[in-house]
């Protein structure tokens, strides 16, 4: 099972600051299968990115992926109020099982 | 608009069985693996169970032998049979849809608003 460690637990900004989150794998991710998800109290997750780095449809271009094997990072370039919330990265390269990280929450200072 | 519904959701005893649906629109279901996901509330996500487009199954090891999820493409379905439920399967359930058609490696591109499950004497 790859397991996935998101760092740090919570990230406190500022709006307008550049946010950088972690995900590291515990074995190479395939393929670099790697996505990002935000999730808001109360909903369900949306996907930002998929393939370490490609935007999903919608995503504005201020979240960046990058990363490969198994360091993976996504970025948020200049935070907007409604970017506070919490993260989870996940491979799917493994499909058995499918895995998430524990989640980064993303606090306004 | 890709629109995913759950339902099925409740208070259930522990030992007891629940079914979850989920019914899909706005994509040709058939050509798409599906997943469940759960979330403890105010936890983090963990993954349950998908299936692909052909029925081939795969389940995290917590569920294996309980739980078991198959779809009617005819109906745009996709169901988690729940038995012997335990309180640590106390979770808000979502479905998922995969980013490619066909394909088991994929990410999740949309997702539905959640069922919640509370298995509870």
């Known amino acids: 099972e790859v397991v996935l460690t998101q760092s740090p637990g919570t990230l406190s900004l500022s709006p307008g600051e550049r946010a950088t989150l972690s995900c590291r794998a515990s074995q190479t991710v395939l393929s670099n299968y790697l996505a990002w998800y935000q999730q808001k109290p109360g909903q369900a997750p949306r996907l930002l990115i998929y393939?370490?780095?490609f935007r999903a449809t919608g995503v504005p271009d201020r979240f960046s992926g990058s990363g490969s094997g198994t360091d993976f990072t996504l970025t948020i370039s200049r935070l907007e109020p409604e970017d506070f919330s919490v993260y989870y990265c996940?491979?799917?390269?493994?499909?058995?099982?499918?895995?998430f990280g524990q989640g980064t929450k993303l606090d306004i200072k | 608009e890709v629109q995913l519904v759950e339902s099925g959701g409740g208070l259930v005893q522990p030992g007891r069985s629940l079914r979850l649906s989920c019914v899909a629109s706005g994509f040709t279901f058939e050509d798409y693996a599906m997943h469940w996901v759960r979330q403890v509330p105010g936890k983090g996500l963990e993954w349950v169970s998908r299936?692909?487009?052909?029925?081939?199954?795969g389940y995290a090891d917590s569920v294996k032998g309980r739980f078991t999820i198959f779809r009617d493409n005819a109906k745009n379905s996709l169901y988690l049979q729940m038995n012997s439920l335990r309180p640590d399967d106390t979770a808000l359930y979502f479905c998922?849809?995969?980013?490619?058609?066909?394909?088991?490696?994929?990410?999740?591109?949309?997702w539905g608003q959640g069922t919640l499950v509370t298995v509870s004497s």
């Open positions: 996940q491979q799917y390269g493994d499909s058995q099982p499918y895995t």
């Open positions: 393939g370490a780095s």
């Open positions: 299936i692909s487009w052909n029925n081939s199954a």
């Open positions: 998922a849809k995969t980013g490619y058609s066909y394909g088991l490696n994929a990410h999740f591109d949309y």
